[in-house]
């Protein structure tokens, strides 16, 4: 069965750090480009960060970058997004996706698996 599953999300206070994780089953993570997307009721999905599996490039929005880093551990076949600097706007659920389009990475529709989400609070 293929899934992917987070976890790390919660509560932290403004300029608190959390650690996502993604654990992969059911397939090899390093098949894929891995990317975090968050969403707040009603407004798109986004996609903050990602990694390229065929050559470890990594993006990051605008929003993110320099206050987060994904990475990965293919023998754990786990994804990671280390959040640091937190601010309230960074409050969302975030989801963990896989595709196999990493030239297509910014785009939610692209992605084939992806993740039940969890919630990331940033009180201020």
């Known amino acids: 069965q293929v899934q992917l599953v987070e976890s790390g999300g919660g509560l932290v206070q403004s300029g608190g750090s959390l650690r996502l994780s993604c654990e992969a089953s059911g397939f090899t993570l390093d098949d894929y480009t891995i990317a975090w997307f968050r969403q707040v009721p009603g407004k798109e999905r986004e996609a903050v960060s990602y990694i390229n599996n065929r050559d470890g490039n990594t993006y990051y929005a605008s929003s993110v970058k320099g206050r987060f880093t994904i990475s990965r551990d293919n023998a754990k076949n786990t994804v990671y997004l280390q959040m640091n600097s937190l601010k309230p706007e960074d409050t969302a659920k975030y989801y963990c996706?896989?595709?196999?389009?990493?030239?297509?990475?910014?785009?939610?529709?692209?992605?084939?698996?992806w993740g039940q989400g969890i919630q990331v609070t940033v009180s201020s």
């Open positions: 996706s896989a595709t196999t389009f990493p030239g297509l990475a910014l785009i939610a529709a692209r992605y084939k698996y």
